[in-house]
C-alpha cells in the first residue's frame, strides 16, 4: 500500500482541484492522502475549508500552523511531521510527495521501481538532491528523513537537502530523476511540467524573500487565473475554474 503527502500553507485554492485529480488519476485506488496544513493560525476561514477538503476526498488532516516565515523551513517542517508519522505506519511501501500546487493532468502511478526518483536539483558541480515538489521513495529503503534546507559539505541546499545522502548511497541504477519542462520563463504564465504529467504552479504559497517579492493580491489573482487557463489546456475531462 502506497501514500500521498503534501503540505499546503495559507491557500485553499488549490487542494480541492489537486485531491480531485489525486483521486480520478492515480492509478492505485487504495492510495492513502495526507494533508499538512501549515496555514497562518490567524487564517482560520481557509483552514477550515481546507480541512472540509480533506474530508470529502477521504484525505487525512494535520493542522501544523505556520511555524517559520522562511518557506523553505515551514515546509520542511510540515513534510518531516508527516513523514515520521507514515514511515511509523509500516503499511506503506511507498510515499509520493507533491506540493501543494503540482496537480496531475495524466493518469500517473505511486509505484516506481526505484528507491529514490524525483524533481533534480543540483548546487556546484557535485552536489545533487531532490527537491520535495515531486518526489517518490520507497519506504523500505529510506526510513528516516529530515528534509530541512542543509548545508553538506560546504554547500547550501534547500528543502530536500539530505535526499544529496541517499544519492550518493543507493546504486546509481535504483535512483531515477523525472523531466522538467519550464514554459513561459519570465512570464506571469511561468509554470513547469514535471514528468510529462504534473502541471507546477510554481510558488503557490506566495512565499516572499527580498530577491522574489511576494505579488499583490491583484498579481497573485492574474496570474492564478492565466496558470489555471494552461492547466485546462492540458486536462481532459477536469478544469479549474
Partial sequence: MNAILTVTYNTDFFIEHQLNRIRNLCKEDDVDIFVVNNTSKNKEEVSKN???????????YFFLGCTNFCGSLSHATGLNLAFNYISNTTKYERL????????????????????LKGLK?????????IAPVFCSLNLNKIKNMDFMPATIEGVAMDTG??????????????VSFVKQEHKYPDTNKFHEIIDERMFHFIRGSNWGIPASPCLSEEENAQKIKNLSEEYNKLSKGYKIK
Fill in 96 to 115: 509520493m510527495i507533491l506540493d501543494h500546487d503540482n496537480i496531475p493532468f495524466k493518469e500517473f502511478s505511486t509505484n516506481s521501481r526505484y528507491d
Fill in 50 to 60: 481546507i480541512e472540509d477538503v480533506c474530508l470529502k476526498y477521504d484525505a487525512s
Fill in 161 to 174: 537537502a539530505h535526499f544529496y545522502s541517499f544519492i550518493k548511497n543507493l546504486p546509481p541504477e535504483n
Fill in 121 to 129: 536539483q543540483e548546487r556546484g558541480q557535485s552536489h545533487v538532491y
